[in-house]
């Protein structure tokens, strides 16, 4: 009885802090857009002004969505990897976070509207009360990216608040809070970034950037709800938030310091510009933040494993302050110019498509030497390949053994990635058709050989711990889980696997969504993910090692080896015989002076094509006879020894019935 009163009452002082953490991150916004020189200033004499009021409510709206996002976020991350549930099902606490995160998502997907408005008012220099005219808002979402943008991030936000209602089981919790984090991205590739030059690096950096924050910052204000609500597994919650944080933090540092590389020409704008005014006070913020979570690790934790949470409370409390007002910051930045450019010269059109200046013609040490990173794509590598070491040091530690082979092909293949997306091959993939193809060779087919090979899914399996009868499920569980979902056995099946391979170059090159992919940073890094994942779905139906639900016989897989090399010679014989240069218009905008006949370089590189596919699989085929004479090895050894304790029992009842035949007859 005692319990359930308290219970209430830290329940009664959820609304309080909640107000309280509002206010304080609405002081931050004002703070920030007086310091910066964003706040609204008074228009011009004679020019249009959407009013004071548009222009005072747009950073306050914006402000609601981010925090309405962030909670969001941040719950369903509590429901799906932060709170103990069981393997089948979400326990009270991830239900009670789910259906809360549905009441947030409903409150984002609402605020994105309002700033869809805000900022039709503010671009257009019209009352908000006009923006209501049908036909001004269907031309605002369908032909300008800004208006598309909020709009979709409002339909995301409204169908993670629908799957976060219908959760009850992990995977339902994992698959709302994936939808709410894509939620995040569209209004991020249409500001200041994907506008600003290298603008690839900056809309990179700023994917990474925001995707942190809010993880850290929600799962944060989540455990906070959690601590005062309910909280008799904090100990255990806590512990899994704070190998996520600091994951978040690093990433939040890095990420952090390559856009401020990227807006400043000098380290004087920082205290010289009402824009790097704003970031040192982010700045201040997350070294402090830093701090507390250091000793949230050091002593608060322990705390909690000595069933003693007030410590954390009190901390955790003032961290979750902190942080609002570092949201509010935020928001006071986006509506804060960043300092002009040092450079007067006007981008020409290829800077402003690529992000960088058009380089000169391509050679093999440009190709070989000239790297370009992409923040993006390096913290995918990185994390593939921390994450491949611990799981190998954690086998070994236990004392099992894993294939010096298989490692050493998994970090190849990364390294395969890396050339073909960072290198000079990546740059000029972007300019010359011919180079593009030899990339999307090499993400599809040659990558994914020996990221199969390595076997990522069989080593996860192996070196994450498996939990108890009794015990909450943990990341063995949830990859089991998905493994097992019917999208992933529809996704895994050989069939599928191989439509899916042979019918992505048709679907890309044919449809005009190549034109559209390397316009846009973001399509482009999707065309990357999709080559490769079709690559690696492909060849584990074929080599693959790991427990997928189901595989072919070998004469199938051969089979399936030998069609998909004639659809792909027909693709590049395809590709030859047009006479109509694929992306045209893109290739022409970017006007390279050093290879001015776009159709012979699309020859080129369809030539390529059909040559370059012969070599994968080849190494495929001598990987599957391998695998093929193998297993019929361990067979006939496993028959033996069938034999041997049994007594060869089935073939002597097998010689036994053939003498009855034959003493019948007789």
């Known amino acids: 009885m005692t319990s359930t009163l308290e219970t209430r009452a830290t329940r009664q002082l959820i609304w309080p802090a909640v107000f309280g953490l509002l206010a304080l991150a609405g002081m931050a916004v004002l703070i920030g857009l007086f310091v910066g020189d ?42 799906a990897a932060l709170a103990p549930s069981s393997k089948q099902v979400l326990s009270t606490a991830a239900v009670r976070a789910a259906r809360l995160a549905s009441w947030s998502a409903l409150t984002w997907a609402a605020a994105a509207l309002v700033v869809l408005l805000l900022t039709l008012s503010d671009t257009l220099a019209i009352p908000i009360g006009q923006t209501l005219n049908a036909n001004t808002l269907t031309s605002y ?31 339902g919790a994992w698959t709302g809070l994936l939808v709410a984090v894509a939620a995040l991205l569209p209004p991020a590739l249409t500001g200041h970034a994907a506008t600003a030059g290298d603008h690839d690096l900056a809309t990179s950096s700023l994917v990474v950037h925001i995707v942190a924050v809010v993880i850290w910052v929600g799962g944060l204000l989540a455990i906070v709800w959690y601590a005062r609500t309910d909280g008799r597994f904090l100990g255990f919650a806590a512990k899994r938030f704070s190998a996520v944080a600091l994951w978040a933090y690093v990433a939040i540092g890095v990420s952090g310091v390559i856009n401020a590389v990227i807006r400043f020409d000098a380290v004087s704008d920082l205290w010289g510009s009402g824009y790097g005014r704003v970031l040192l006070l982010k700045v201040a913020a997350f070294v402090v933040l830093g701090y507390l979570g250091w000793r949230h690790r050091r002593s608060t934790l322990p705390a909690l494993e000595r069933h003693q949470p007030r410590a954390f409370r009190r901390f ?31 981008p020409t059109p290829a800077e402003v498509l690529l992000g960088f200046p058009l380089p000169g013609p391509p050679t093999i040490s440009s190709i070989l030497f000239d790297w370009r990173l992409d923040p993006l794509v390096v913290a995918v590598l990185l994390i593939a390949a921390v994450g491949y070491a611990r799981g190998v040091i954690r086998l070994r530690k236990r004392g099992d053994h894993w294939s010096v082979g298989r490692g050493i092909a998994w970090y190849v293949g990364l390294a395969i990635l890396a050339f073909a997306m960072l290198s000079g091959l990546g740059n000029y993939g972007r300019i010359v058709f011919s180079l593009h193809m030899t990339q999307h060779m090499v993400l599809s087919m040659v990558a994914p050989i020996f990221l199969v090979i390595a076997a990522p899914i069989t080593l996860a399996l192996r070196a994450l711990p498996a939990a108890g009868a009794d015990q909450p499920s943990g990341p063995r569980e949830w990859l089991l889980a998905a493994l097992h979902s019917p999208f992933v056995r529809v996704l895994t099946h050989p069939i599928t696997a191989a439509a899916l391979f042979i019918s992505a170059p048709y679907i890309v090159y044919f449809s005009g969504l190549f ?43 051969l089979l399936t080896l030998f069609a998909s090399l004639a659809f792909h010679a027909f ?96």
């Open 38 to 79: 964003g706040r609204p200033q008074p228009p011009l004499p004679g020019l249009p002004s959407a009013g004071s009021g548009t222009e005072w409510a747009l950073p306050f709206a914006r402000l609601f969505f981010d925090l309405a996002a962030t909670v969001s976020v941040g719950l369903l991350l509590f429901a």
């Open 141 to 171: 979402v369908t032909q300008i990216p800004q208006g598309a943008a909020w709009l979709t991030s409002a339909a995301l936000a409204a169908f993670a608040a629908v799957a976060a209602r219908e959760a009850d089981r992990p995977l």
């Open 515 to 557: 034109e559209v992919a390397m316009r846009q940073h973001w399509a482009h890094e999707l065309m990357h993910v999709h080559f490769v994942l079709v690559g690696y779905l492909f060849y584990e139906s074929l080599i693959g090692r790991d427990p997928i639900p189901f595989r072919a016989s070998y004469p199938i897989r």
């Open 571 to 666: 693709f590049a014989v395809a590709m030859m015989s047009s006479t109509s240069v694929i992306a045209a218009s893109y290739y022409a905008a970017l006007n390279r002076p050093w290879w001015p006949d776009l159709l012979s370089d699309q020859n080129a590189g369809s030539s390529f094509a059909w040559a370059f596919g012969e070599l994968p699989a080849i190494i495929v085929l001598i990987v599957l006879l391998v695998h093929w004479s193998n297993d019929d090895d361990r067979q006939a050894r496993r028959n033996d020894r069938q034999a041997d304790r049994t007594g060869d029992a089935d073939l002597a009842a097998y010689n036994a019935m053939l003498a009855r035949r034959s003493q019948g007859r007789r």
């Open 316 to 346: 955790a409390v003032i961290e979750a302050g902190i942080m609002v007002a570092t949201v509010g910051l935020a928001v006071a930045l986006s509506r804060t110019p960043p300092p002009p450019s040092g450079s007067a010269s006007v």
